[in-house]
């Protein structure tokens, strides 16, 4: 069984930054696939980011198209913990955050919240204008 617990969500303002972080228990954290995603009100669950270990130290990370090119999905196998690093927020980032397991752990990379197996309790973040 893996636990998930996201922490790092706040309050920010537009075009700045916040770290995400989730902590994971369990020993076989390596081989899942660590994903995020996040809901605002009114709205359906979607994806934002996952990293998935393709061999080795090689990792593989892909993005929604709203996201790509301001955040950066991480994970740091030692620790239990995968991270979103977000910069040049923006109000329609404003959600709560949710981070997810996937057992599969095989490409290609899970989109869908229904593939993902463990869910954090998520963590608010709220972009100001």
């Known amino acids: 069984q893996v636990q998930l617990v996201e922490s790092g969500g706040g309050l920010v303002q537009a075009g700045g930054s916040l770290r995400l972080s989730c902590a994971a228990s369990?020993?076989?954290?390596?081989?899942?696939?660590m994903g995020w995603f996040r809901q605002a009100p009114g709205k359906e669950r979607e994806f934002v980011a996952a990293i998935i270990r393709t061999g080795g130290s090689t990792y593989y990370a892909d993005y929604a198209d709203s996201v790509k090119g301001r955040f950066t999905i991480s994970r740091d196998n030692a620790k239990n913990t995968v991270y979103l690093q977000m910069n040049s927020l923006k109000p329609e980032d404003t959600a709560v955050y949710y981070c997810?397991?996937?057992?599969?752990?095989?490409?290609?990379?899970?989109?869908?919240?229904?593939?993902?197996?463990?869910w954090g309790q998520g963590t608010q973040v709220t972009v100001s204008s």
């Open positions: 997810a397991a996937d057992r599969r752990g095989t490409l290609p990379i899970g989109v869908l919240a229904s593939l993902y197996d463990h």
């Open positions: 369990g020993r076989t954290f390596s081989t899942y696939a």
